[in-house]
């Protein structure tokens, strides 16, 4: 059974930083993508990055380029999104998700599993 644990969320002001973690167990092949998506109050859930386990490749929504890094250890089975630059507007659930297809995409559809999200406020 997968399972996926967001952790790391928190307060921070406006232009700070954070780093959530996302711990992954369970059968999840040798090729997989783990993605970051967040959903503030009141609006739908967005992508925001994702990564290949197979080579590390990354993606990022425009939103975040330049501000977040996705990354993973690979003998922890975890992957980390650094935060930096934070905006009030980045207020939101974190959720992270596992893709077997390994899509290395940021659609929902596509994902086999999501963790219970964790919550992150940029507010001075």
Do not use: H
Request: hydrophobic residues 30%; contains cysteine; aromatic residues 10%.
């Amino acid at each position: 059974q997968l399972q996926l644990v967001e952790s790391g969320g928190g307060l921070v002001q406006p232009g700070g930083s954070l780093t959530l973690s996302c711990a992954a167990s369970g059968d999840t092949g040798d090729y997989y993508t783990i993605g970051w998506f967040r959903q503030a109050p009141g609006k739908e859930r967005e992508g925001v990055s994702c990564i290949s386990s197979m080579d590390g490749n990354t993606y990022y929504a425009d939103s975040v380029k330049g501000r977040f890094t996705i990354s993973r250890d690979t003998a922890k089975n975890t992957v980390y999104l650094q935060m930096n630059s934070l905006k009030p507007e980045g207020t939101a659930v974190y959720y992270c998700a596992v893709d077997l297809g390994d899509s290395l995409e940021l659609v929902e559809i596509e994902y086999d599993a999501w963790g219970q999200g964790t919550q992150v406020i940029v507010s001075s």
